[in-house]
């Protein structure tokens, strides 16, 4: 959600704040700000709105300095405005800026004014700063104050402080939110996700749980949760320095649509041989594991968790082995029932997910067999907390609304699926079915994706609709949730997916000329039953837009729409499915006029609760 950038250099370090909070513009945010510590003591901008708004206003009011933060807000307390944008001051002394939420923010806050301190805005970050402050009356080292002031909070924070008197320096810490060191040639950087850092370092340092770190131009220090000296190591980022260049495309989103044949199969690549799938992905040991296993619990959030879905369809049906998937923000809060050697996956494109990955730590006090992460961010903290790792490899996905990072979960989420069957009972001629189905899937996507002037072409029928139902059975019915999802998420039409078995069981009350339906029809076992389902719709005067695939003799008809997607019926159909629904969603969004990357109210990596 929040971005934060800090630098110290010999430099001034302006520009690379600048810079890193437009390379976390995709996290969401309603406002931007900076601080700087400079020759004229601590001098802070701030703004509502995007960092284009924040890099005009420092053109026309200049900070320069050695040392200084930055940030951009996500809304959580306290409403969008410059008042409560971040960097926050305490005492023209100490500037913070945080991401997270403080829970005990309402005692703090009543102790703070009982003491006489000027609060001046509605966030619980701002209150971090006047107890750091406080804490400099008893130590002037502001390490100690920063250890003393997070042993007064509950919840999630990561916390970048600088402090008038210690110009030489800064202060950082996390707990529950991700934070990490970016290490230059006599200067040093920090932020929330690596990519802000690219244009001025590929070194990092992780912060792990509970760290607090100092940091000066030439040097780190870092200190564990007990307080004990700890050697982070420096790590070469994988990430390339990407301009994040639209392209010929008008939105990211559209390119990263475009860019689903590349990115699957270099998901693909060196994991599969002409018949099989190489089990070595998930670590040497991998295949002993995978025939240890008796059950699967997938844990995910949004997106992510309907590609978990489409999992549990395929893991019980090539596998026979028992499947849940579960969305990550209820299964930290229960009680789940750990069947004896269950592996417990999760899912998160970003990594930072904090249901997600407070349902891996939640794990740790259950025993499961082993902790395996489908993630797309190889330096995330659901990579490096996890007992095992497949990455997506999608590549940097700008769009809020995921497309590509969805898509390659599904295939490695199929990967896995067949390292588990081939561990155990499933026959090696299906697998090497399901082996040339994947090789062929980069091109039958290809194919699909020539489809986009005539998905466009029925964009117009939804583009003034209020609400629309999206239909699909069986391994289907996840992706008429995302589908769903994604004309939710960037039109801000309400959208909801169903079984389509589930039509009479209530959403058919609500079918009528102005509740368009769409529907998704492979040629598979389930088409009969699909189509009385579609049949209902039209009795009731609902208007139809159903994507078919080969075989499927569905004629367009007055009320009914139909595209067929020239593929021919595999395990893999989701994943093929799921491209009109993106391409039709996107040319809806953008025949509304919203704003597609950065749909209102949403972020892209959600890092709070």
């Known amino acids: 959600m929040c971005g934060i950038v800090g630098a110290i250099a010999q430099r001034n370090v302006t520009p690379i704040l600048l810079e890193g909070l437009r390379r976390l513009e995709y996290r969401g ?103 750091i402050h406080h804490a400099l009356d008893d130590s002037a080292d502001l390490l100690t104050a920063v250890r003393a002031c997070l042993a007064r909070l509950r919840g999630a924070y990561a916390i970048a402080v600088i402090d008038r008197a210690a110009p030489d320096r800064l202060v950082v810490a996390r ?18 996700d690596s990519a802000a850092l690219l244009p001025v370092t590929q070194q990092f340092r992780y912060l792990e749980e509970g760290d607090v770190a100092e940091i000066w131009r030439t040097g780190v220090r870092v200190l564990d949760r007990s307080g004990q000296a700890v050697e982070r190591p420096l790590l070469r980022s994988r990430l390339a320095d990407e301009t994040l260049d639209r392209g010929a495309y008008r939105h990211f989103m559209l390119k990263e649509i475009h860019e689903q044949p590349r990115v699957l199969a270099e998901t693909l690549e060196g994991r599969l041989t002409a018949d099989r799938v190489l089990p070595e992905m998930f670590g040497p040991d991998a295949e002993t594991l995978f025939s240890q296993v008796r059950a699967v619990h997938l844990v995910a959030c949004g997106t992510s968790y309907h590609a978990a879905l ?39 494109q970003s990594g930072e997910t904090a249901d997600t990955l407070a349902a891996l730590r939640a794990s740790r006090e259950r ?103 999206f239909l699909g059975r069986g391994v289907e019915y996840p992706i008429a949730l995302e589908g769903a999802l994604k004309l939710k998420e960037i039109s801000y039409i309400h959208a909801e997916g169903y079984a389509a078995g589930e039509l009479k069981h209530g959403p058919l009350a609500l079918v009528s000329e102005d509740m ?89 990596s959600v890092t709070v609760e």
């Open 310 to 348: 489409v999992a549990r369809y395929w893991i019980e049906a090539l596998t026979g082995i028992p499947a849940t998937a579960e969305i990550a923000s209820e299964f930290r809060y229960r009680q789940p029932a750990v069947p004896a050697d269950t592996l417990l996956v999760t899912l998160s």
């Open 367 to 469: 025993p499961y067999l082993s902790r395996l992460a489908i993630c797309n961010v190889p330096e995330s903290s659901l990579v490096r907390e996890s007992d095992r790792v497949l990455m997506t490899r999608a590549g940097v996905e700008v769009g809020v609304a995921s497309t590509k990072a969805f898509t390659t979960q599904l295939v490695a989420l199929m990967l896995l699926t067949l390292c588990i069957g081939q561990a155990q009972s499933l026959a090696p001629e299906e697998v090497a079915r399901i082996v040339t189905d994947l090789r062929s899937l980069p091109q039958q996507v290809e194919r699909v994706l020539a489809l986009e002037p005539a998905v466009a072409a029925l964009a117009p029928r939804l583009v003034h609709r209020e609400h629309a139902l």
């Open 516 to 604: 368009p339906v769409v529907a998704l029809a492979p040629h598979n076992a389930l088409l009969e039953k699909l189509l009385s389902n579609l049949q209902e719709v039209r009795a009731r005067g609902g208007e139809l837009l159903v994507f078919t695939g080969e075989g499927v003799d569905l004629p367009d008809e007055q009320g009914v729409a139909v595209l067929s997607l020239p593929v021919p019926l595999s395990a893999l159909s989701p994943v093929v499915f799921t491209v009109p629904l993106q391409l039709l969603a996107y040319h809806v969004a953008v025949l509304k006029g919203t704003d597609v990357d950065r749909p209102r109210n949403l972020a892209k």
């Open 175 to 192: 707990s529950g939110s991700p934070l990490v060191i970016g290490v230059g040639i006599g200067e040093h950087f920090v932020a929330s």
């Open 29 to 131: 945010y309603d406002s931007a700000g900076v601080v700087i510590l400079g020759a004229q003591g601590l001098q802070r901008v701030r703004t509502v709105g995007k960092v284009e708004m924040l890099t005009q206003a420092l053109e026309a009011h200049p900070l320069e300095g050695p040392l200084g933060l930055a940030h951009t807000r996500w809304a959580t307390h306290g409403a969008p405005s410059e008042r409560n944008a971040h960097p926050h001051i305490a005492a023209d002394r100490v500037a913070v800026v945080h991401n997270g939420i403080i829970e005990n923010h309402a005692e703090l806050r009543a102790e703070l004014l009982a003491r006489g301190d000027p609060i001046e805005s509605d966030t619980d970050t701002e209150l971090i700063a006047h107890l």
